[in-house]
């Protein structure tokens, strides 16, 4: 259940982005994945597309719809207020970090690290206890 604060905050936020629930389309649809035969039997999942900037959200998250709709009115401000500030969301940009962290190596890198790990070697070497035959 949402707190009266909550929804109160949220008609805020939409008013101070101009978003309307009159340009609000939403449809409530089943949901899908885990969940066995209630999943299919229920509409839960919430679509809500913003028509002026043809915004889409679907929103699961949850079991009940009333905490979906919120949550996907929550989603849909999130990414209008990325859009107006001209910022990335959290998910693209830790879309874009996995992205880097996989890309291959350059030669001249992948050249450093390899002569570190030969110093590296040559430093364990010198540990070794002398043996009978130095």
Do not use: W
């Not at 890309?103 to 450093?112: I, V």
């Amino acid at each position: 259940m949402i707190s009266s604060e909550k929804k109160a905050a949220l008609q805020e936020r939409m008013a101070k982005l101009e978003i309307h629930e009159d340009d609000l389309l939403e449809k409530f649809i089943r949901g899908t994945g885990s969940g066995g035969q209630k999943i299919n039997k229920t509409s839960s999942c919430v679509y809500l597309q913003h028509l002026p900037t043809k915004l889409e959200i679907k929103c699961q998250r949850d079991r009940s719809r009333e905490m979906n709709r919120y949550l996907a009115r929550v989603d849909i401000c999130q990414q209008l207020e990325n859009i107006q500030l001209g910022r990335r969301s959290e998910r693209q940009q830790a879309r874009e970090k996995i992205r880097r962290r996989k890309r291959r190596q350059g030669s001249r890198a992948r050249a450093r690290n390899v002569e570190k790990k030969r110093q590296h070697g040559r430093k364990k070497e010198n540990r070794r206890r002398p043996t009978r035959n130095d």
